[in-house]
């Protein structure tokens, strides 16, 4: 009996054990190992829950990505990049296009990915603004 409920009563799920036994003298042995086997049963403390199917690709992809963040968040914290000048006209233009992009996309898997340069992060805050601001206007 134990091998056929194997899986019930050391797995991931939900168990009721029901025991019957019989009056009759005669089944008295077979029901009085009923009843220590239930008990025993009774003793048994599962940890329930929910199974989950993991896809890989999805998997990798939230590592990749968590690993890019980490590897910005080093480099923000190491300073940042290379000393450089202003964003350029070209390059505001693309984060607002980046950002737009972004608040519109109604998915949960919408990202931004500035590459830990503490400027590009001043300057999307400043497109946010600007962005409020023109939203604020119409």
């Not at 890989?56 to 450089?84: C, H, S, T, V, Y």
């Not at 990915?113 to 939203?135: C, H, P, T, Y």
Request: with cysteine; charged share 25%; glycine share 8%.
């Amino acid at each position: 009996m134990t091998m056929v409920l194997r899986d019930s009563l050391g797995g991931n799920c939900r168990t009721v054990m029901v025991a019957t036994m019989s009056g009759d003298a005669t089944h008295m042995d077979e029901s009085i190992s009923t009843c220590k086997f239930a008990q025993r049963v009774a003793m048994i403390r599962n940890e329930v829950s929910v199974n989950e199917e993991v896809d890989p690709k999805q998997i990798i992809k939230r590592l990749k990505q968590e690993n890019r963040d980490l590897k910005d968040e080093i480099q923000m914290l190491k300073g940042g990049g290379p000393a450089r000048g202003p964003l350029t006209p070209d390059e505001l233009n693309r984060l607002k296009q980046q950002l737009l992009a972004y608040v519109t996309d109604v998915g949960s898997g919408a990202t931004l990915n500035f590459g830990g340069d503490m400027m590009m992060i001043r300057a999307s805050w400043q497109v946010f603004k600007q962005l409020l601001l023109e939203a604020k206007q119409s």
